[in-house]
C-alpha cells in the first residue's frame, strides 16, 4: 500500500469514482450524483482538464479527465 502524498490537503477535494476500490458502489449520495462525507479523494492537483487523485482508502493514485476545461476531450 502507498503512502498518502505528502502535498494531500484535506481541503482539497474530489469527489470521483476510485477505480481500484470502488468503494462507492453501494452508496446512495455517491450514485445519486452527490458530494458524501466518505467517498472524496485527495485532489493532489490538475493539469488542464485532467485531475490527479489518490483515494484516502486503499491510496491509489490515478489522473481522471473531465472533459471540462483546458485541454479538455474534444466533443464533435
Same mark, same amino acid.
Given at each position: 500500500?502507498?503512502?498518502?502524498?505528502?502535498?494531500?490537503?484535506? +481541503?482539497?477535494?474530489?469527489?470521483?469514482? !476510485? =477505480?481500484? *476500490?470502488?468503494?462507492?458502489?453501494?452508496?446512495?449520495?455517491?450514485? $445519486?450524483?452527490?458530494?458524501?462525507?466518505?467517498?472524496?479523494?485527495?485532489?493532489?492537483?490538475?493539469? +488542464?482538464?485532467?485531475?490527479?487523485?489518490? !483515494? =484516502?482508502? *486503499?491510496?491509489?493514485?490515478?489522473?481522471?479527465?473531465?472533459?471540462? $476545461?483546458?485541454?479538455?476531450?474534444?466533443?464533435?
Amino acid at each position: 500500500m502507498l503512502p498518502i502524498d505528502p502535498h494531500a490537503d484535506l +481541503g482539497r477535494r474530489a469527489w470521483v469514482p !476510485c =477505480p481500484a *476500490c470502488r468503494d462507492h458502489r453501494d452508496c446512495g449520495d455517491c450514485l $445519486g450524483g452527490r458530494n458524501c462525507g466518505e467517498h472524496w479523494r485527495y485532489l493532489l492537483g490538475t493539469t +488542464g482538464s485532467l485531475l490527479h487523485l489518490q !483515494c =484516502p482508502g *486503499c491510496t491509489h493514485l490515478w489522473n481522471h479527465e473531465t472533459g471540462f $476545461g483546458a485541454g479538455g476531450a474534444t466533443r464533435r
